[in-house]
């Protein structure tokens, strides 16, 4: 099955999976994501990893730029875990996201986030995912919150595999509901391989769709946020256990 230009085949998995393409975004001031990762932006194009922060921040009333740091890389990785995956196990194939090509409003949510200006079809196998996904977007964008904000290395790459988990679970969920066993079957191959790969092998241990990691994202510093289901921590770090419990 070839990409369409509209990727229409992940618009019934939800907008989480959606790419908005073609043209351009009517909004000039959404830059490329190689602008974004690299900080080199006309007057006229917005700071997008600065403002989508300022969104987590005032989205979860949170004030610490590397707990909003956080969790925004999480959610762009999410976004790109989830296109890249499902148009792998859906067409075979996985558009060329290469960040000169995809462009982010970094206020918007899915799918209006993410603009992919032109689909160019690459082959749907792990490398290329790799290649597209982690390499391109992931391996930048992390340097780049390390740089300006000081998130840990390690901690990013956790989040980069909570994603993938996160994204393959959801995939997964549609397929069987659907009785699409094929997509359930190759989303789970590519996953399985995806795993393998030196940056997000050691990132915590899967168990079927489970995945328990190694890091902490830090959202148990949201006012009220607690741990997330695959966390290091069984309860928020300095919390007793009848706090935690009550």
Do not use: K
């Not at 073609?22 to 690299?38: F, I």
């Not at 918007?108 to 993410?114: M, V, W």
């Not at 996953?191 to 990132?203: A, E, I, Q």
């Amino acid at each position: 099955m070839e990409l369409d230009p509209g990727l229409t085949a992940l618009r019934p998995l939800g907008g989480f999976f959606v790419l908005r393409t073609g043209g351009c975004p009517a909004e000039p001031a959404a830059p490329p994501l190689d602008q974004t990762y690299a900080g080199q932006l006309t007057g006229v194009q917005t700071d997008a990893l600065a403002a989508r922060i300022g969104v987590v921040a005032d989205r979860l009333r949170v004030r610490e730029p590397r707990v909003c740091a956080s969790l925004a890389q999480q959610g762009l990785a999410a976004r790109l875990w989830s296109a890249a995956l499902a148009c792998a196990a859906l067409y075979g194939r996985t558009p060329d996201l290469a960040p000169r090509l995809l462009r982010w409003d970094a206020a918007a949510t899915a799918p209006d986030d993410l603009w992919l200006t032109e689909v160019r079809p690459l082959p749907g196998d792990a490398d290329a995912l790799a290649d597209t996904v982690l390499h391109a977007h992931l391996e930048p964008l992390g340097e780049a919150l390390t740089r300006r904000y000081g998130v840990a290395p390690g901690l990013l790459w956790g989040n980069a595999a909570s994603a993938l988990a996160g994204a393959a679970r959801l995939l997964d969920r549609w397929a069987r509901a659907n009785a699409r066993a094929d997509v359930a079957e190759r989303a789970a191959g590519l996953t399985d391989d995806l795993f393998t790969h030196p940056l997000l092998r050691g990132t915590g241990v899967r168990s079927g769709a489970a995945f328990h990691r190694r890091s902490c994202c830090l959202y148990y510093r949201v006012p009220g946020g607690g741990v997330c289901g695959d966390c290091c921590f069984t309860r928020p770090p300095g919390s007793s256990p009848r706090a935690a419990s009550g």
